[in-house]
């Protein structure tokens, strides 16, 4: 099941690392830990405090139900869009560009380690580790700072599998396959997993490997969806991913992890594009063929060393250290790419070229939490966050250029108390964090496209901010309460686009404004109800920034705007365990208003577009288990919507979709069968049906009806 923590805010940095949560995370079935909130620990949010003591808005995916949204649809991402109600849906694309939670970015993290480049977002960040190797995801909602620098729309942190808990040898294996409806040779794929854990006194270790092949996707109609050969498809695609983590039980309170990953996904490069026509509704298609340049790729290499002390002091130490490494290959077209035409090198039309982003950071956490001696109703935290990145976007194919080296660092000591009044009834929590950043960027000269090319005097531009955040918690009875809180987030606007951008003299970039960092201020309010078989919530929210950041579409690729941004949001979720044994019914529905200053005069006045917003949702599910059956169907209804200040054309007409899935339990490990799309709908997707909808090569229908059959074994 999806367990629902619907908390509030405190958003600050406690710090507490992952892999020693993760060990002490509460065993219990998910039932048992739906039905008592004190005993979830959300290690996404940086504290060993309970999740009902924090007035933060989360939502916990836990093993059960994200392994059924999986095997639904093939990704973390999609499962977490699936089942968030305020997140937009997804492009089905490698490239999540476009896709927010509350109308804005979130922080993908593994382990609270962020996983996107601050100085140029790829958005290749949700496609970073097999899911095989995810236990639970954690979803706090809302502009915060608690990772540090990004997370404006929230924070997604995937927590891996935790270390084994009884000596000896222990595992889990997964073999699947996949077929649409049509059982097109071309469209059928396939997946194997496996993970050892062993754990011999003091010292463990867990090992594994993920391959899968991904075929054709065919929509509806019972076409082939249309390649995005520039940012990358999922479809026609392999994927290998490792992972490794090694455990010392230093004392009966100490800890040391060392956990390692490599995940890499490459298109097969089969098919090419074959224009559409959205004036008859006709979308774009695949044909066999061999792309010009190297397949799409994403590849992420990461390695993390914690020590932990839960009993240092009387407190909880937690130190984190982590290097990643990523490197993201672009696809390549001549005629619809225009930025990478130069007449100095080909005449216009005819160079061939494409992008590879180059990307390594480093950094380190450290926090200290304890209650006060003789003040044990006030709990305090203390910490310090480092990150040191460098990035880059060349034109692989002419050895060119396009986002300059840059290096960013970011230094944040940060603090957090939380206290607890008249028995736990009323709890208030509140924190500063100070961030300190520093871009630097060396003299560098932009592509001919843009307006012949200009020099850019480098710089290194230094920004630095108080962040503050406080929240009020009150429960006068046990599964009631209301909640209220503030709190500031604080990240970079995408850095390489801005500065790739430049398209005129005279730009120093140590005063260009452009490059300033967002903050964002989140408001919130809600109430929840959580007795006997109702789970309700209600929660209402708004968010602003003076300077926020858009995604435009410019000369065939996508650069970044400053424009102050307003969003508000209602979310609503009903939960009911029906008299039926074993069955329960859900509805989730999130409505969203996005509005941007179009014309710098100090007020909105226009909407945000699908680039930028996520649509209105209802979701509806009912839910069974009972013995060795569990079973699941779902629908989202993506609900119509009208832009205020842009075209018709770009207004959205709406879709919605069924899920399906049933497991049996054998004796020997479980088999699941599950559909995407179960009535076969044909749609045209969200991104493309607003963002692009006259572009015929980017005019992409939604995958249609595919089924997976999978058997796993736990030992």
Aim: no cysteine; charged share 20%; glycine share 12%.
């Amino acid at each position: 099941m999806r367990i629902r923590v619907r908390s509030l805010l405190a958003v600050s940095s406690l710090a507490l690392a992952a892999p020693a949560l993760a060990q002490q995370a509460p065993e219990a079935p998910a039932e048992t830990q739906a039905e008592d909130q004190g005993e979830i620990i959300v290690t996404g949010a940086r504290t060993i405090l309970p999740a009902n003591a924090l007035p933060l808005t989360i939502d916990v995916i836990d093993r059960a139900a994200l392994g059924q949204q999986v095997s639904i649809a093939g990704s973390v991402v999609d499962a977490v869009a699936n089942l968030t109600p305020s997140f937009s849906p997804t492009r089905q694309k490698l490239s999540g560009a476009g896709e927010t939670l509350r109308g804005r970015s979130p922080l993908y993290a593994i382990n609270g380690i962020p996983q996107t480049t601050p100085l140029r977002d790829g958005a290749r960040d949700g496609f970073t580790i097999d899911p095989f190797f995810i236990d639970r995801v954690e979803l706090i909602y809302g502009s915060n700072a608690l990772q540090g620098i990004g997370g404006t729309g929230g924070i997604v942190n995937q927590v891996t599998v935790a270390p084994p808990g009884a000596e000896g040898l222990s595992g889990r294996a997964l073999v699947q396959g996949n077929a649409d409806t049509g059982f097109h040779g071309d469209g059928m794929g396939g997946k194997v997993a496996g993970l050892l854990a062993w754990r011999a006194g003091r010292f463990d270790a867990t090992i594994g490997g993920a391959y899968e092949k991904r075929g054709a996707f065919y929509d509806g109609a019972g076409h082939r969806v249309g390649t995005d050969l520039t940012q990358g498809e999922t479809q026609d695609s392999q994927s290998w991913s490792l992972f490794a983590r090694l455990g010392f039980a230093v004392s009966d309170t100490m800890r040391l992890d060392l956990t390692a990953s490599r995940f890499e996904l490459k298109g097969d490069g089969d098919y090419v594009a074959v224009a559409g026509n959205y004036r008859i509704d006709l979308p774009t298609g695949s044909v066999r063929g061999t792309p010009p340049g190297v397949p799409a790729t994403n590849r992420t290499e990461s390695v993390a060393l914690s020590l932990t002390d839960s009993s240092l002091w009387g407190g909880n130490l937690v130190s984190q250290l982590f290097y990643n490494r990523s490197r993201d290959t672009y696809g390549g077209e001549i005629a619809p790419i225009a930025t990478f035409q130069d007449a100095r090198i080909a005449p216009v039309g005819t160079l061939f070229d494409q992008s590879q982003n180059r990307s390594r950071k480093f950094g380190g956490k450290l926090s200290y939490e304890r209650a006060i001696p003789g003040f044990e109703a006030l709990t305090a935290t203390v910490g310090f966050d480092a990150l040191f990145d460098k990035t880059e976007q060349r034109l692989i194919a002419t050895d060119r250029i396009w986002v300059p080296p840059a290096e960013f660092r970011s230094l944040a000591p940060f603090a957090q108390a939380n206290l607890a009044l008249f028995d736990k009834k009323l709890r208030l929590a509140g924190g500063v964090r100070h961030e300190s950043v520093e871009i630097t960027i060396d003299d560098y000269t932009t592509l001919a496209s843009y307006a012949g090319g200009h020099f850019v005097s480098g710089g290194s531009p230094k920004f630095s901010d108080t962040l503050f955040n406080g929240g009020v918690i009150v429960e006068p009875l046990a599964g009631l309460r209301a909640y209220a809180s503030y709190a500031e987030g604080y990240t970079v606007p995408d850095v390489g686009r801005i500065a790739r951008a430049i398209n005129r003299d005279g730009v120093d970039l140590d005063d260009y404004l452009d490059l300033t960092p967002i903050v964002s201020n989140n408001r919130e309010i809600g109430v929840e109800v959580k007795r006997g078989p109702l789970d309700a919530s209600a929660t209402y929210f708004w968010s602003s920034s003076d300077e926020g950041s858009l995604l435009v579409l410019i000369g065939g690729s996508y650069e970044v705007q400053r424009q102050r941004v307003e969003i508000q949001g209602l979310e609503l979720s009903l939960a009911v365990r029906t008299p039926l044994p074993g069955l329960s019914v859900s509805t989730g529905y999130a409505h969203l208003i996005g509005r941007t200053d179009s014309n710098s005069d100090g007020k909105v006045d226009q909407d945000l577009d699908g680039a930028n917003i996520s649509p209105d949702r209802f979701n509806l599910a009912a839910i069974y288990a009972a013995g060795p059956v569990s079973a699941r169907v779902q629908t989202q209804f993506y609900l119509s919507r009208r832009y205020d200040g842009l075209a018709r054309i770009l207004d959205f007409r709406g879709y919605n979709v069924t899920d399906a899935s049933i497991r049996y339990q054998t004796g020997f490990g479980g088999l699941t069968l599950s559909a995407q799309n179960l009535f076969d709908t044909f749609y045209i997707d969200y991104y493309s049906d607003t963002v692009r909808p006259t572009d015929n090569l980017h005019y992409f229908a939604g995958r249609g009806r595919n089924f997976t059959l999978g058997w796993d074994l736990r030992f």
